[in-house]
């Protein structure tokens, strides 16, 4: 076999790689966009091979496929490309998908990639030869039969974004509450100081401060469901430019059930059909929720580094596991890699944001976007980086941390804020003299208060006791 074939399109000749399941329309996009060599990402993919199959499903009980139109199909080939569509879904064609992220803007190369796919594989489950000019199941009439990529292409972004929430990036921010909390409840009787403006402030316990990162990771569930919520609404049935010309009246809520049922995941038909082809608002806002969860999950990891940080000169609060050699050059050195990476991950996450809100801002011009393969991309590869990068954290950093009970409880009766359970019974402006006093003399609040015996030392037992400082008291 030579190593390309000749395939045809509405412009002619093109050259194709040989064995491709892929025809003339993708080829001619993997020539024009040399760009970057990223192509899409394999959940769009999948994806697009979901949408295809439902799209099949509904213009199949719709009598479409087989009705009285041109070239109608017979019951088995309609099977034969339902099943492609499905080995789509299943991932075994990821590598016939060549084009580069950066096309045009709506998807177009890449919708006609996966209806050339679709094609030739339904064909060859059907014993033909793929390799024919003439297509029976033909990409156009048949797969994309009553859609257009304005329509199929915003549809797949938001169903492959669906599932990577709700399977992936849902349960690994759950389990890393679970986890925070789990620790909050261990580590609930161990006092330390507390640090604001990271100065000493007055004390905390070691379990408080663990409950406010759990609740971090809760909201942050709660914004994980919010972003999903943003993107169940689905185009597919508006085509061109909303109207739904070239489809049937049920076919868009029959395309919508069939990938609910299929996915567990309640999407429905867009409201307004104009809105949903020509907007990705909805997109902006999942990833407005999605840079919320990257500042979160900054913050925390970044707050357990602090905590971590020593093991002699700096807090060490917590004990990190180690994982791995921190120096090239200073033996034993090692370093809180865990917490970093996270805290990269939150990073491109929050500029991936940048992206994504810029593109629905400026890429939205009358019934289409035309920056929808970026917006699709960059949103799910910060689904995927959250996801991955907090199972990450949590498998080999949060699950193994430990407390430093010991380096907790010693920096709490060294510090000054102790003075400020003091105000009630001698007022801020001698609380502030003491503390002053204490610093310059190296001596703690409680030496100085009996040296001068500002209050009686059942009074000053009460007043400086630690514990009492860390819940309101009567």
């Not at 914004?223 to 689905?234: G, I, T």
């Not at 359970?421 to 703690?444: D, V």
């Amino acid at each position: 076999m030579s190593e390309f074939r000749t395939e045809h399109d509405s412009m002619g000749d093109v050259q194709v790689p040989a064995k491709a399941y892929y025809g003339a329309q993708t080829q001619r996009a993997v020539e024009n966009f040399p760009v970057s060599g990223w192509t899409l990402r394999s959940e769009m993919i999948r994806a697009m091979g979901l949408v295809k199959w439902a799209a099949g499903v509904a213009n199949r009980d719709l009598g479409k496929l087989t009705g009285t139109g041109k070239n109608p199909l017979t019951a088995e080939q309609v099977d034969a490309m339902l099943t492609a569509a499905k080995e789509v879904v299943a991932g075994k064609f990821d590598a016939e998908f060549p084009i580069d992220v950066f096309q045009t803007g709506s998807g177009t190369s890449s919708n006609m990639n996966i209806n050339e796919v679709i094609s030739n594989r339904a064909i060859e489950i059907m014993k033909g030869n793929r390799f024919e000019m003439k297509k029976p199941i033909h990409p156009n009439d048949h797969v994309n039969m009553g859609q257009s990529t304005n329509d199929t292409f915003p549809t797949a972004i938001h169903v492959a974004v669906g599932i990577a929430i709700h399977q992936r990036l849902i349960p690994a921010l759950e389990r890393f509450a679970t986890v925070l909390s789990d620790k909050a409840a261990q580590w609930d009787k161990i006092i330390k100081i507390g640090r604001t403006h990271l100065a000493d402030a007055t004390p905390l316990r070691l379990g408080q401060e663990f409950g406010g990162f759990a609740r971090q990771l809760q909201l942050s569930v709660g914004r994980a469901k919010q972003a999903l919520q943003a993107v169940l609404e689905l185009p597919v049935g508006g085509t061109a430019v909303g109207t739904g010309i070239n489809t049937h009246p049920d076919f868009s809520r029959l395309t919508c059930a069939a990938l609910a049922k299929e996915t567990g995941i309640e999407f429905i038909e867009a409201v307004n059909h104009f809105e949903g082809n020509a907007q990705r608002d909805g997109l902006v806002e999942c990833h407005g929720q999605l840079r919320t969860i990257a500042t979160t999950l900054f913050n925390v990891s970044n707050n357990i580094r602090w905590l971590g940080s020593g093991p002699r000169c700096g807090f060490y609060e917590v004990m990190l596991p180690d994982r791995q050699p921190g120096s090239s050059i200073m033996p034993g050195k090692v370093n809180p890699v865990m917490c970093e990476s996270l805290m990269q991950v939150a990073a491109r996450v929050i500029g991936n944001d940048q992206t994504v809100a810029f593109s629905g801002a400026t890429g939205g011009q009358f019934q289409l976007n035309i920056m929808m393969p970026i917006m699709g991309h960059a949103t799910l590869e910060s689904v995927a980086l959250l996801a991955q990068g907090t199972t990450a954290f949590v498998d080999l950093c949060a699950v193994d941390m430990e407390a430093n009970t010991e380096a907790c409880e010693a920096s709490v009766e060294k510090s000054l804020a102790m003075v400020t359970s003091l105000n009630p019974y001698i007022g801020y402006e001698k609380a502030a003299a003491l503390a002053k006093e204490a610093f310059k003399s190296g001596k703690t609040i409680r030496q100085l208060c009996r040296e001068q015996n500002i209050l009686p030392d059942d009074q000053l037992t009460k007043a400086l006791d630690p514990w009492s400082m860390t819940e309101p008291q009567a």
